[in-house]
């Protein structure tokens, strides 16, 4: 395969700085060609002994995404709920998700069962098929950056619902569900969350250990922590 040029290799760096969580999106469609090439980049991902373990959910129905955004409503009002004053009005203020105003949401599950029952890298860490399936989320966002096309994960869901929802079968698990669509307000410079004063990018340096590990401390917010384990 031939090397890439440096123009082409600034790209792909480009798009991995550039890249954002968006939430918030104008209603223009995404032409069926440039989706096909959003989902074709998510199936093109790495995945341990190339099991492939990922489907995509295309969603467009409104009545669905209603349904979805409802779930969302709850999950995020009960996270809500592990917050202290200040940071419960903090998080009342942050725009989490854009279910119904997204032209298209992808709900990205993972089935544990294929290439079961001897998949090759998988004996030891059984994991890996739930790791293959982000790496395809990864590849459909950068993808999808390069185009224009926002994309923001909802995290903060109840996944058995969401399976209800889209009949999803019990033995494959919702990953990610993810809306699409073009920004109301553009790419910003900074990640939303760093933007709106939530939580600021870690210093590298303080990530990157040679041999062992140094130090013992972990890097976490209490509140953030409490508020997580509320939510599952």
């Known amino acids: 395969m ?6 082409e290799r600034e790209a792909v760096y480009k798009t991995i700085y550039a890249r954002r969580d968006i939430r918030r999106f104008r209603d223009d469609p995404i032409p069926e060609e440039v989706l096909e090439r959003l989902l074709q980049a998510a199936h093109h991902a790495p995945s341990v002994g190339f099991s492939q373990p990922w489907d995509l959910v295309v969603v467009s129905d409104d009545e669905t995404k209603t349904e979805i955004a409802s779930i969302a409503e709850r999950a995020i009002a009960a996270a809500r709920e592990g917050y202290e004053e ?3 009005s903090e998080f009342a203020e942050l725009k989490l998700e854009g279910i119904r105003e997204s032209p298209i949401n992808i709900c990205v599950t993972c089935d544990p069962t ?4 001897h998949v090759l890298g998988r004996n030891s860490m059984k ?3 739930v ?3 982000c790496l395809a989320v990864q590849n459909l966002w950068l993808a999808a950056r390069a185009e224009g096309v926002g994309v923001g994960w909802v995290s903060v869901l109840y996944p058995y619902e969401v399976q209800e929802v889209l009949d999803i079968p019990p033995h494959v698990k ?3 569900y993810l809306c699409l669509g073009y920004p109301e307000d553009g790419f910003p410079e900074e990640p939303v ?3 709106e004063g939530w939580r600021e990018r870690l210093d590298m340096e303080t990530l990157v250990h040679e041999e062992r590990w140094e130090g013992d401390e972990s890097i976490a917010a209490d509140d953030e922590v409490a508020a997580q384990s509320n939510d599952r």
């Open 131 to 133: 790791y293959s399936t």
């Open 114 to 117: 294929r290439g079961a029952p």
């Open 2 to 7: 031939v090397a890439f040029t440096d123009a």
């Open 86 to 88: 200040p940071r419960r």
């Open 127 to 129: 994991r890996t098929d």
């Open 193 to 195: 969350l760093q933007q």
């Open 174 to 176: 919702p990953i990610a």
